[in-house]
C-alpha cells in the first residue's frame, strides 16, 4: 500500500518561494507507469490539479502556473517536490501530492498540508 | 483547458435514497473520467475510474458510467457515511481538471 506524506513550511510570505516536499513509501518513486502528481485546494473551494511529473524528470504544469512552477524528484529518497515561487495570497491552500495510474486517476493520496500566504 | 461542470451543486437527500451527479465536459474526452469523495478535513478518496470501473473497495452501490462528454456518478440506496463532496477529474486532456464538486446531505 503505497502511502505519501507532504512536508514542508505552514507559513511563507508573500514573494517568496513555497518549498514541499512528497515522501513516497510502500513502494518506489521508480515504478513505471506512475506519474506523482500536486493537487491543491483553496480554503472551502474544490480542488485544482497544479501538475505531476515522472521518476524521469519529465513535467507537466498548469500553463497558469507554469511561470512560477517547479517540480523535481529525488529517486534515491522517494521524494519528488514542489516550489512555487512569487507567492501570494491567492496560493493559500491546502496541497496534496498524489500518485497517478497510467490513465490518470489518482489512487494514493497524501493527507494534504495547509500553505498560508501571509505576512 | 476543459470545463468540468458538476450538477447538482447541492443535494440533501434521506438515507436509501438513489443520488445521481452528473458530470459535463466542455469537450470529448473519451472515458478518461474519475470520481472521488471528499470529506471534511480528509483527502479525496478514489470511487470510480475510467469512467465506470469501480476502484478497490468501494461499497458497490457506487457505479459510474458516460463516455464523451457526458458522464454520471450514481449512489444507490444511499447511507449515512456517504455524507460527503464528490468531484470528477478528467485526465483526458491536459492540463486536468476537476468539477466543482457535489456535496451532499444527509437529512
Redesign the interface.
Given at each position: 500500500q503505497v502511502q505519501l506524506q507532504e512536508s514542508g513550511p505552514g507559513l511563507v510570505k508573500p514573494s517568496q518561494t513555497l518549498s514541499l516536499t512528497c515522501t513516497v513509501s510502500g513502494g518506489s518513486i521508480s515504478s513505471a507507469g506512475y506519474y506523482w502528481s500536486w493537487i491543491r485546494q483553496h480554503p472551502g473551494k474544490?480542488?485544482?490539479?497544479i501538475?505531476y511529473i515522472y521518476y524521469s524528470g519529465s513535467t507537466?504544469?498548469?500553463?497558469s502556473l507554469r511561470s512560477r512552477l517547479t517540480m523535481s524528484v529525488d529517486t534515491s529518497k522517494n521524494q519528488f517536490s514542489l516550489k512555487l515561487s512569487s507567492v501570494t495570497a491567492a496560493d493559500t491552500a491546502v496541497y496534496?501530492c498524489a500518485r497517478?495510474?497510467a490513465?490518470?486517476?489518482?489512487?494514493s493520496?497524501?493527507?494534504?498540508t495547509l500553505v498560508t500566504v501571509s505576512s | 483547458?476543459i470545463v468540468l461542470t458538476q450538477s447538482p451543486d447541492f443535494r440533501s437527500v434521506t438515507p436509501k435514497e438513489k443520488v445521481t451527479i452528473t458530470c459535463r465536459a466542455s469537450q470529448s474526452i473519451g472515458r478518461?473520467l474519475?470520481w472521488?469523495q471528499?470529506k471534511p478535513d480528509q483527502?479525496?478518496?478514489?470511487l470510480i475510474?475510467?469512467a465506470s470501473q469501480s476502484?478497490s473497495g468501494v461499497p458497490s452501490r457506487f457505479s459510474g458510467s458516460g463516455s464523451g462528454t457526458d458522464f454520471t456518478l450514481t449512489i444507490d440506496s444511499l447511507e449515512p457515511e456517504d455524507a460527503a463532496t464528490y468531484?470528477c477529474?478528467?485526465?483526458?486532456n491536459?492540463?486536468?481538471?476537476?468539477?466543482?464538486?457535489t456535496k451532499v446531505e444527509i437529512k
Open positions: 474544490g480542488l485544482e490539479w501538475g507537466y504544469y498548469k500553463p496534496y497517478e495510474g490513465s490518470g486517476w489518482c489512487q493520496w497524501g493527507q494534504g | 483547458e478518461s474519475h472521488y471528499q483527502s479525496p478518496k478514489l475510474k475510467d476502484f468531484y477529474h478528467q485526465s483526458g491536459l492540463p486536468e481538471t476537476f468539477g466543482q464538486g
